[in-house]
């Protein structure tokens, strides 16, 4: 008994000071898997956690200091670009997909719609260096922090001394970005007994359970795996076959997490839906034949998964459970 | 400070004699350094970044970029007996162009007679896939190694060859035609892909001579020609520009034998 109680104690969201950095601290829900990241090697702290922050929204991390990770990263989206089908750089350049949400990143194994990358220390370089988005050199980044009045002294209170290296820069980066965890929603709080959900919303759980869950599974929403969901009519972009070379992987993209998903249309990695009833359209009617769709959106000679209007109704009220309001407004996650 | 002097004195005094006393053929004892000193070349002349050379295909090349990493050395000696450098100390990317960048010191080898030496173009995998604070030096993917490292697909790139090439399409960004071959692919990390790592064997006549207070060094010729001509012909018009792909398999295999020894000198 005292095991459970003490158990509780540590997995239970804070509820007092919330919104200060005293607070900041990775409270792993109950409800999730195991997290991924290695926090051992990489402890969160108040002084780098708020350096995360600052660089997070700091555009000096461009080449011509006009983008910050926040431009495309925005918090009352979820993350996302808000209303961007993708991305929009440096010199209002476009990329060629749509701008993930940022949540729950710590049980993520890898980056990116194609996961290229493993590691999420690893992911800034990216954008950093990507010529549409921030078009910058990391070695005259970490020069014009080391140049800067405020940043040595934030290195030191995050990591003892005033040395700005490759390793800092990044796992500050990573401190603030592991930190954003979305687990209090209406649905969260059902789940934990604090709430109760509409009859609409049970209904549109236990259909979303029946039809969707094979890949939006857990309370992650993604098995972190690679699906060709047939959102491309023909394939302009291989997704994960860029990064395997595998013909079994092309068309395949990582499933997204659906948490705050009705904050972060448009929606798919091409930006091609704009609203959850084209979502649920999408997946009754509209699913394109290639040979790598998933088996499970083939059902005999046709395509999709079966939904009536009225299924459609109760998914998207579901779907509606999973907005994080304390997340999406949390002043720790905003720019100061 | 004196006395300890003489301690070590009559330290090594003893380890020589128990040393000698114990081996009829004596090998010699303590460490020595090696510099493995890598020169690019083209063909049968000095590499220089913006020179045009006829290739072995009879096209044009006028290279601007030849970076390639070299890592897990092994030194063998004439016995065969093997010394493997802890891999930390010898994972090293050349760039044609930087002076500095032509040697590799190997401290603390072993003495003995090494008549080979093994390594690979490339980082292992292990090294491919190892936290951001291991990855330090030639390996830092925001210093040394921040032009050698794919961030979209997180691995370095092992090998880097770029050029001016009137038989390579014009490029409207650049403004001139170029030539690209950009190879790496360690083998995956959740999915099994292509893997470049190479390795390289080569031997010599004449011997590093690793001896305490000595130093050898070995001098590497490396031809950009090789990639182009064997055990596949590789011409540029055909195959002008190559990343991540499959035919990068073929580049690397072609460029495996690009290394031979040109001298060995024991100073």
Same mark, same amino acid.
């Given at each position: 008994?005292?095991?459970?109680?003490?158990?509780?104690?540590?997995?239970?969201?804070?509820?007092?000071?919330? #919104?200060?950095?005293? =607070?900041?601290?990775? +409270?792993? /829900?109950?409800?999730?898997?195991? &997290? $991924?990241?290695?926090? !051992?090697?990489?402890?969160?702290?108040?002084?780098?956690?708020?350096?995360?922050?600052?660089?997070?929204?700091?555009?000096?991390?461009?080449?011509?200091?006009?983008?910050?990770?926040?431009?495309?990263?925005?918090?009352?989206?979820?993350?996302?670009?808000?209303?961007?089908?993708?991305?929009?750089?440096?010199?209002?350049?476009?990329?060629?997909?749509?701008?993930?949400?940022?949540?729950?990143?710590?049980?993520?194994?890898?980056?990116?719609?194609? #996961?290229?990358?493993? =590691?999420?220390?690893? +992911?800034? /370089?990216?954008?950093?260096?990507? &010529? $549409?988005?921030?078009? !910058?050199?990391?070695?005259?980044?970490?020069?014009?922090?080391?140049?800067?009045?405020?940043?040595?002294?934030?290195?030191?209170?995050?990591?003892?001394?005033?040395?700005?290296?490759?390793?800092?820069?990044?796992?500050?980066?990573?401190?603030?970005?592991?930190?954003?965890?979305?687990?209090?929603?209406?649905?969260?709080?059902?789940?934990?007994?604090?709430?109760?959900?509409?009859?609409?919303?049970?209904?549109?759980?236990?259909?979303?359970?029946?039809?969707?869950?094979?890949?939006?599974?857990?309370?992650?929403?993604?098995?972190?795996?690679?699906?060709?969901?047939?959102?491309?009519?023909?394939?302009?972009?291989?997704?994960?076959?860029?990064?395997?070379?595998?013909?079994?992987?092309?068309?395949?993209?990582?499933?997204?997490?659906?948490?705050?998903?009705?904050?972060?249309?448009?929606?798919?990695?091409?930006?091609?839906?704009?609203?959850?009833?084209?979502?649920?359209?999408?997946?009754?009617?509209?699913?394109?034949?290639?040979?790598?769709?998933?088996?499970?959106?083939?059902?005999?000679?046709?395509?999709?998964?079966?939904?009536?209007?009225?299924?459609?109704?109760?998914?998207?009220?579901?779907?509606?459970?999973?907005?994080?309001?304390?997340?999406?407004?949390?002043?720790?996650?905003?720019?100061? | 400070?004196?006395?300890?002097?003489?301690?070590?004195?009559?330290?090594?005094?003893?380890?020589?004699?128990?040393?000698?006393?114990?081996?009829?053929?004596?090998?010699?004892?303590?460490?020595?350094?090696?510099?493995?000193?890598?020169?690019?070349?083209?063909?049968?002349?000095?590499?220089?970044?913006?020179?045009?050379?006829?290739?072995?295909?009879?096209?044009?090349?006028?290279?601007?970029?030849?970076?390639?990493?070299?890592?897990?050395?092994?030194?063998?000696?004439?016995?065969?007996?093997?010394?493997?450098?802890?891999?930390?100390?010898?994972?090293?990317?050349?760039?044609?162009?930087?002076?500095?960048?032509?040697?590799?010191?190997?401290?603390?080898?072993?003495?003995?007679?090494?008549?080979?030496?093994?390594?690979?173009?490339?980082?292992?995998?292990?090294?491919?896939?190892?936290?951001?604070?291991?990855?330090?030096?030639?390996?830092?993917?925001?210093?040394?190694?921040?032009?050698?490292?794919?961030?979209?697909?997180?691995?370095?790139?092992?090998?880097?060859?770029?050029?001016?090439?009137?038989?390579?399409?014009?490029?409207?960004?650049?403004?001139?035609?170029?030539?690209?071959?950009?190879?790496?692919?360690?083998?995956?990390?959740?999915?099994?892909?292509?893997?470049?790592?190479?390795?390289?064997?080569?031997?010599?006549?004449?011997?590093?001579?690793?001896?305490?207070?000595?130093?050898?060094?070995?001098?590497?010729?490396?031809?950009?020609?090789?990639?182009?001509?064997?055990?596949?012909?590789?011409?540029?018009?055909?195959?002008?520009?190559?990343?991540?792909?499959?035919?990068?398999?073929?580049?690397?295999?072609?460029?495996?034998?690009?290394?031979?020894?040109?001298?060995?000198?024991?100073?």
């Amino acid at each position: 008994m005292a095991g459970i109680l003490l158990l509780l104690s540590v997995v239970a969201p804070s509820c007092k000071k919330k #919104g200060s950095d005293q =607070d900041v601290k990775f +409270v792993a /829900p109950a409800s999730f898997p195991q &997290p $991924v990241y290695n926090m !051992a090697a990489n402890p969160l702290t108040q002084s780098g956690f708020v350096l995360g922050r600052k660089l997070f929204y700091d555009s000096r991390l461009s080449r011509d200091n006009t983008i910050a990770c926040g431009n495309c990263h925005q918090q009352f989206a979820s993350f996302v670009h808000a209303g961007h089908t993708v991305s929009h750089g440096i010199d209002n350049k476009l990329g060629h997909r749509n701008t993930p949400a940022l949540v729950n990143l710590a049980w993520s194994y890898d980056f990116f719609w194609d #996961g290229g990358v493993h =590691d999420l220390d690893l +992911v800034p /370089p990216n954008p950093i260096k990507n &010529p $549409v988005e921030m078009d !910058a050199q990391l070695p005259d980044v970490l020069a014009k922090l080391r140049n800067d009045s405020k940043y040595p002294g934030m290195f030191k209170a995050a990591f003892g001394t005033d040395e700005i290296n490759t390793t800092r820069f990044l796992q500050a980066l990573s401190q603030f970005m592991y930190a954003l965890v979305s687990a209090n929603s209406r649905y969260d709080r059902y789940v934990r007994g604090e709430t109760k959900l509409s009859s609409d919303e049970l209904a549109g759980l236990a259909l979303f359970q029946q039809r969707c869950s094979t890949c939006h599974a857990t309370d992650l929403f993604t098995d972190r795996s690679y699906h060709n969901n047939g959102i491309q009519t023909g394939i302009s972009d291989s997704g994960r076959y860029n990064v395997t070379l595998d013909p079994a992987d092309i068309g395949r993209f990582k499933t997204p997490t659906l948490r705050n998903i009705e904050k972060t249309s448009p929606y798919m990695h091409n930006g091609s839906l704009h609203s959850l009833e084209d979502v649920l359209d999408f997946y009754g009617a509209s699913v394109h034949y290639s040979p790598t769709l998933d088996t499970v959106l083939q059902r005999g000679g046709t395509t999709g998964i079966t939904l009536s209007a009225d299924d459609k109704v109760k998914i998207i009220a579901f779907l509606k459970t999973l907005t994080d309001d304390d997340f999406l407004k949390d002043p720790r996650f905003s720019e100061q | 400070m004196k006395k300890y002097n003489l301690y070590i004195l009559a330290l090594v005094a003893i380890i020589a004699t128990t040393a000698s006393s114990c081996k009829k053929n004596s090998t010699p004892d303590g460490t020595g350094s090696v510099t493995v000193h890598f020169d690019n070349r083209y063909a049968s002349t000095d590499l220089a970044l913006g020179t045009a050379y006829t290739t072995s295909n009879g096209e044009t090349l006028t290279p601007t970029t030849f970076n390639y990493f070299v890592s897990n050395f092994v030194l063998v000696k004439s016995d065969g007996t093997k010394y493997t450098v802890p891999k930390d100390q010898c994972y090293h990317l050349v760039r044609e162009g930087v002076d500095s960048s032509a040697d590799l010191t190997i401290q603390n080898v072993p003495a003995g007679d090494y008549t080979g030496v093994q390594f690979i173009i490339g980082v292992d995998s292990a090294k491919n896939t190892a936290p951001v604070s291991e990855r330090t030096g030639d390996l830092d993917v925001a210093g040394a190694a921040s032009d050698m490292y794919w961030t979209w697909n997180s691995g370095y790139i092992f090998y880097k060859l770029e050029g001016m090439s009137p038989q390579a399409p014009y490029d409207s960004m650049m403004g001139m035609a170029m030539m690209y071959y950009h190879v790496g692919g360690y083998g995956g990390m959740s999915s099994a892909t292509i893997n470049n790592i190479r390795t390289v064997s080569l031997t010599s006549g004449t011997a590093a001579q690793v001896r305490s207070g000595h130093h050898s060094t070995v001098y590497l010729y490396a031809d950009v020609d090789a990639v182009f001509n064997a055990p596949v012909q590789i011409t540029i018009a055909a195959n002008p520009g190559h990343m991540f792909d499959q035919y990068s398999t073929t580049i690397s295999a072609n460029y495996a034998d690009m290394f031979s020894i040109n001298r060995v000198t024991n100073d």
